[in-house]
């Protein structure tokens, strides 16, 4: 199999991790959106690195979804909502067995694509790794954190690991990949629509955390009707670490409204929602919520879905 690692998405994760995995000397190569990407690229002709006050460049190979080659190992780092639609551009190229790491937020994208896909094993991936694009083609490295892997059909390890470690991407494998998932999704749900509504940072919820409190509660609730024990434990002392940790920074859901782009509420919020109804669970203040949010993005022209 080889061992070339396709990057899907060249946002502020994928070029992270592109970078890194090229600085190692491992074979990346950049499938960009479209042509028109893929020449402004080409005029620049490399990804830039910056960490502190240190800034590398690497030369990485291009090339759209119309490439030609086989793929092996591919690693999807764009938006939930954009997912399923990119790998079916590439969809024919997959060899069978191919392995398609997904980088998404929230829950269900990962489903999406495993279905288009049945010739692949879809790894499930949750970072908690900061990083944001400071110009076109130049990723900044933000914040130091985490990736764990897993796949929950399958609990064996890929042997590719290594290429992690080499290229100093903290990530480990674990079998309870769907609990950190549904972790994350939880913390989430009670930070990102909340700092949207009240128009603040993070730690401006710190003055709403009777609000925060009562998230917490309905989404426990959801999360052991789901069968994610663990995932619910302290989960409202979790989110107020989080919300100090994080005090001056911008929720992702938040950045995303004030640039006017598409949110990832379908698959957060959303998904939290439809997984209540399908288990016959009330959540008003959930429910509630999530009317409010969309009604503030219709409000904006934004998509709610």
């Not at 959801?222 to 920074?249: F, H, I, K, M, Y």
Request: charged share 15%; hydrophobic share 40%; proline share 5%.
């Amino acid at each position: 199999m080889s061992s070339t690692w396709h990057i899907l998405g060249a946002g502020s994760l994928g070029s992270l991790w592109a970078c890194r995995l090229a600085r190692a000397s491992k074979a990346v190569r950049l499938i960009l959106r479209d042509s028109t990407r893929l020449q402004a690229y080409q005029q620049v002709g490399s990804l830039g690195l910056l960490e502190q006050d240190l800034t590398a460049h690497y030369a990485i190979p291009a090339e759209t979804a119309q490439g030609i080659g086989p793929i092996h190992r591919l690693l999807v780092a764009c938006k939930a909502y954009d997912a399923a639609p990119a790998v079916a551009s590439v969809a024919g190229r997959l060899v069978p067995g191919a392995e398609v790491l997904l980088l998404q937020n929230g829950l269900g994208s990962q489903d999406e694509v495993a279905r288009q896909v049945p010739q692949a094993r879809c790894i499930f991936v949750s970072s908690t790794e900061g990083a944001y694009l400071e110009h076109d083609w130049q990723v900044r490295f933000a914040g130091q954190g985490y990736n764990w892997l897993g796949d929950p059909g399958n609990p064996a390890p890929p042997p590719w690991l290594e290429d992690l470690q080499a290229a100093g991407i903290p990530a480990q494998w674990t079998p309870d990949i769907l609990t950190r998932l549904w972790r994350k999704l939880a913390i989430n749900c009670a930070i990102n629509p909340l700092t949207v509504l009240h128009q603040c940072r993070n730690g401006g919820l710190l003055g709403h955390l009777d609000q925060v409190q009562a998230l917490c509660l309905e989404l426990e609730s959801l999360l052991l009707q789901c069968g994610q024990p663990q995932a619910a434990q302290n989960l409202e002392q979790d989110v107020q670490r989080v919300l100090l940790a994080t005090a001056s920074n911008y929720a992702s859901m938040y950045q995303d409204v004030q640039a006017g782009r598409r949110t990832e509420v379908h698959y957060l919020l959303g998904y939290a929602c439809q997984a209540a109804r399908r288990h016959g669970l009330h959540l008003p203040y959930l429910e509630h919520l999530h009317q409010r949010l969309v009604d503030n993005l219709r409000a904006r022209g934004l998509p709610c879905d």
